[in-house]
């Protein structure tokens, strides 16, 4: 099995499509850092946003719109047409023949998971570690100060004195220890995230036979079929019983509510039972 | 088309595609179908469902917005190698027959646009239908004059996206093809949303047709002149296209492929 990742890994980071998505990451990550950087030129370091809320995968920071929008195109970029290239090429036999079914199909599926997870977890840790070098953490944050309504409202979500409807950001805890051990938490959390989508658009690949331009639909249809999930959600309960179906908002920085991971951790696992079943049915498959 | 001894044969499966639009459009916009009639102009509301606006001082202008753009990136991801395909599938068959590329490429691109112009009349069709059953007013000719204005602009900026993709698509493969002009729209978009803050812009808004994500929209129902001004950018921006991308059809090596690279 290692054999067969390392190859394809290596065929991977040769690949235009693992370059170019790796690429846009990584403008994205230092535009936004460039961003900051222009912003607080000559200010003074009192009126800087703190160090650790100007990372790239906070949903306030300035491109992650256009960022969120390319997103499920740019994680089906590093492996996913691999194998329709594979079936184009007419080579999959041979390498097959080298290596076992069960090796080249789940190598796949492995190989495009690294992808995946590679081409959003270096970009932002660089992000990350430009932050805190450039920046100081002076507790400027985008919740307030202690005793502000935002600050119970948004990071906390509960007061004796407030009642809000929002919950609080996720993993209170964490944050209130280090705000940058909050960040490569999110930032892993994004990356697996990327990872994952990436396996899932490779399964798809294995119901293809040609049009490998298709292969960019299924992430963003599911994607604009949650968003409406999403607003049929938020119209028809009140805020108490509405969920957030917004799965960006589970991976990034974000203060919106609603956010329950029980709900994404099971949404995760229904794309890894299909990639897994997709796999299982190739390797099964007879090929004659 | 394909011509089959001196026949003409249709390709029904490329024109079915376009069907593909409804059921997306009729599923984001379920709420109007479902609730009351409110009293409000179809034309209006049929605008307001595909773009959002942006306002300039007291003027305000519609552009594209990124929530509404499944009609745009589902046609070029159906068609976005519709060119590129035959050429790097059935490239020396096909052009060891034909006389001049050019010519087939301006009949691909033909082709094209009369499918673009299929779907983008089903598209707006499919709008307008949501609109009636959430109005209580009636089509007027204000209403249909919006929808064929629309229904070119749309057809044109369909057309010029997706033959971009299939030109990028040839050299660099259909995936780099279209996410490089996706990340291009998606920039137009920012920059017309923010444009209020451009002080050019502010002073002349004129200027803001020169983006393409803006003139699709400009101005719409207001001015006659600007709308005629719309198509006519529009049609230059395309014409231009073709012709540059005929010469660089004419000239493509078509022995040198990678495929392994994409």
Same mark, same amino acid.
């Given at each position: 099995?290692?054999?067969?990742?390392?190859?394809? @890994?290596?065929?991977?980071?040769?690949?235009?499509?693992?370059?170019?998505?790796?690429?846009?990451?990584?403008?994205?990550?230092?535009?936004?850092?460039?961003?900051?950087?222009?912003?607080?030129?000559?200010?003074?370091?009192?009126? @800087?946003?703190?160090?650790?809320?100007?990372?790239?995968?906070?949903?306030?920071?300035?491109?992650?719109?256009?960022?969120?929008?390319?997103?499920?195109?740019?994680?089906?970029?590093?492996?996913?047409?691999?194998?329709?290239?594979? *079936?184009?090429?007419?080579?999959?036999?041979?390498?097959?023949?080298?290596?076992?079914?069960?090796?080249?199909?789940?190598?796949?599926?492995?190989?495009?998971?690294?992808?995946?997870?590679?081409?959003?977890?270096?970009?932002?840790?660089?992000?990350?570690?430009?932050?805190?070098?450039?920046?100081?953490?002076?507790?400027?944050?985008?919740?307030?100060?202690?005793?502000?309504?935002?600050?119970?409202?948004?990071?906390?979500?509960?007061?004796?004195?407030?009642?809000?409807?929002?919950?609080?950001?996720?993993?209170?805890?964490?944050?209130?220890?280090?705000?940058?051990?909050?960040?490569?938490?999110?930032?892993?959390?994004?990356?697996?995230?990327?990872?994952?989508?990436?396996?899932?658009?490779?399964?798809?690949? @294995?119901?293809?036979? *040609?049009?490998?331009?298709?292969?960019?639909?299924?992430?963003?249809?599911? @994607?604009?079929?949650?968003?409406?999930?999403?607003?049929?959600?938020?119209?028809?309960?009140?805020?108490?019983?509405?969920?957030?179906? *917004?799965?960006?908002?589970?991976?990034?920085?974000?203060?919106?509510?609603?956010?329950?991971?029980?709900?994404?951790?099971?949404?995760?696992?229904?794309?890894?039972?299909?990639?897994?079943?997709?796999?299982?049915?190739?390797?099964?498959?007879?090929?004659? | 088309?394909?011509?089959?001894?001196?026949?003409?044969?249709?390709?029904?499966?490329?024109?079915?595609?376009?069907?593909?639009?409804?059921?997306?459009?009729?599923?984001?916009?379920?709420?109007?179908?479902?609730?009351?009639?409110?009293?409000?102009?179809?034309?209006?509301?049929?605008?307001?469902?595909?773009?959002?606006?942006?306002?300039?001082?007291?003027?305000?202008?519609?552009?594209?917005?990124?929530?509404?753009?499944?009609?745009?990136?589902?046609?070029?991801?159906?068609?976005?190698?519709?060119?590129?395909?035959?050429?790097?599938?059935?490239?020396?068959?096909?052009?060891?027959?034909? /006389?001049?590329?050019?010519?087939?490429?301006?009949?691909?691109?033909?082709?094209?646009?009369?499918?673009?112009?299929?779907?983008?009349?089903?598209?707006?069709?499919?709008?307008?239908?949501?609109?009636?059953?959430?109005?209580?007013?009636?089509?007027?000719?204000?209403?249909?004059?919006?929808?064929?204005?629309?229904?070119?602009?749309?057809?044109?900026?369909?057309?010029?996206?997706?033959?971009?993709?299939?030109?990028?698509?040839? /050299?660099?493969?259909?995936?780099?093809?279209?996410?490089?002009?996706?990340?291009?729209?998606?920039?137009?978009?920012?920059?017309?949303?923010?444009?209020?803050?451009?002080?050019?812009?502010?002073?002349?808004?004129?200027?803001?047709?020169?983006?393409?994500?803006?003139?699709?929209?400009?101005?719409?129902?207001?001015?006659?002149?600007?709308?005629?001004?719309?198509?006519?950018?529009?049609?230059?921006?395309?014409?231009?296209?073709?012709?540059?991308?005929?010469?660089?059809?004419?000239?493509?090596?078509?022995?040198? /492929?990678?495929?392994?690279?994409?």
């Amino acid at each position: 099995m290692s054999n067969s990742i390392k190859m394809q @890994f290596s065929l991977m980071i040769n690949k235009l499509g693992f370059k170019v998505s790796f690429s846009c990451v990584l403008v994205y990550a230092l535009l936004t850092y460039v961003y900051y950087l222009l912003s607080y030129r000559g200010a003074d370091v009192l009126y @800087f946003l703190s160090a650790n809320q100007q990372y790239a995968g906070n949903e306030l920071a300035p491109y992650w719109g256009i960022f969120q929008s390319l997103f499920p195109f740019l994680v089906v970029f590093p492996f996913a047409f691999s194998y329709l290239d594979d *079936k184009a090429l007419s080579i999959d036999h041979y390498i097959i023949g080298r290596m076992s079914r069960n090796h080249y199909y789940v190598g796949k599926l492995i190989t495009g998971f690294l992808g995946g997870f590679i081409i959003i977890f270096i970009p932002f840790l660089l992000n990350l570690i430009l932050c805190n070098l450039t920046f100081q953490e002076n507790n400027n944050t985008y919740f307030g100060e202690y005793n502000l309504i935002p600050y119970f409202e948004i990071l906390s979500g509960r007061s004796v004195l407030f009642n809000t409807e929002f919950t609080g950001v996720p993993f209170l805890d964490l944050y209130l220890h280090s705000p940058f051990l909050y960040n490569v938490f999110y930032l892993f959390l994004l990356s697996l995230f990327s990872g994952i989508l990436s396996i899932f658009s490779g399964a798809c690949a @294995f119901f293809m036979k *040609k049009h490998k331009i298709l292969l960019l639909l299924p992430i963003y249809l599911l @994607f604009y079929l949650s968003g409406i999930l999403d607003s049929y959600i938020y119209i028809n309960n009140d805020w108490i019983n509405y969920v957030n179906y *917004k799965w960006m908002d589970y991976v990034n920085i974000s203060f919106n509510f609603g956010r329950n991971y029980y709900y994404f951790i099971g949404f995760i696992v229904c794309l890894l039972v299909f990639s897994s079943i997709s796999a299982y049915r190739m390797i099964k498959k007879d090929v004659i | 088309m394909n011509r089959v001894r001196g026949m003409t044969m249709i390709n029904w499966r490329k024109w079915c595609k376009t069907l593909l639009i409804i059921p997306p459009t009729i599923l984001y916009y379920y709420e109007d179908l479902l609730f009351g009639k409110y009293d409000h102009n179809i034309a209006s509301t049929m605008m307001v469902k595909i773009f959002g606006y942006v306002s300039i001082g007291e003027t305000h202008e519609f552009v594209m917005i990124v929530e509404n753009l499944l009609y745009l990136v589902l046609f070029n991801l159906l068609y976005g190698n519709f060119i590129s395909e035959d050429f790097r599938q059935r490239g020396i068959y096909i052009f060891s027959r034909v /006389k001049s590329r050019e010519k087939w490429f301006y009949k691909k691109s033909f082709e094209l646009y009369c499918l673009a112009f299929c779907y983008a009349f089903i598209f707006l069709l499919t709008i307008l239908f949501i609109s009636m059953s959430s109005s209580t007013q009636k089509v007027d000719v204000g209403t249909l004059e919006t929808f064929v204005i629309m229904l070119l602009t749309i057809t044109i900026f369909l057309t010029i996206s997706t033959l971009l993709i299939n030109l990028i698509s040839l /050299k660099f493969g259909n995936g780099v093809g279209f996410v490089s002009i996706y990340l291009a729209i998606l920039i137009l978009i920012t920059l017309a949303l923010k444009s209020e803050n451009i002080a050019l812009i502010r002073e002349y808004p004129i200027l803001m047709m020169l983006n393409p994500a803006t003139a699709i929209s400009f101005n719409l129902g207001d001015h006659f002149s600007y709308q005629i001004l719309t198509v006519a950018y529009y049609l230059t921006l395309n014409i231009l296209i073709l012709v540059i991308g005929a010469r660089y059809i004419a000239k493509y090596d078509i022995s040198l /492929k990678d495929a392994e690279s994409y």
